[in-house]
């Protein structure tokens, strides 16, 4: 994994979590235009998906965007929103922690 695959998926995690918080805003006012922007940057955010495939593979992209954005919005729903976890559901999250380290780790040489 490169400089670039980084750059990319900070930024497309970046657009996810703007787009989780607009939904979840819509759904708080029925302000139609939170849902349109929604809408948008989930679509630029696919868009740029498209590129971290390319880059690091499918299987790794869409792995990692998904605990990313698993362990990111949780702290927006804490922190803005006021909602909780059960037990079991934090033990997920921290299961998806250890899967995303996993994941990420560089892979020693092979001797």
Request: glycine share 10%.
């Amino acid at each position: 994994m490169n400089a670039a695959f980084l750059l990319w998926l900070c930024g497309a995690m970046a657009t996810f979590l703007a787009a989780a918080t607009a939904s979840r805003a819509y759904i708080a006012s029925s302000n139609i235009l939170l849902l349109l922007l929604s809408l948008v940057l989930y679509c630029v955010g696919n868009l740029m998906m498209v590129k971290l495939m390319r880059e690091g593979g499918l299987g790794l992209a869409i792995s990692v965007s998904a605990i990313a954005q698993l362990l990111l919005i949780n702290v927006i729903a804490f922190a803005v929103f006021g909602e909780k976890l059960t037990p079991q559901q934090l033990a997920g999250v921290g299961l998806g922690v250890a899967a995303m380290v996993l994941m990420l780790v560089p892979m020693g040489a092979k001797g």
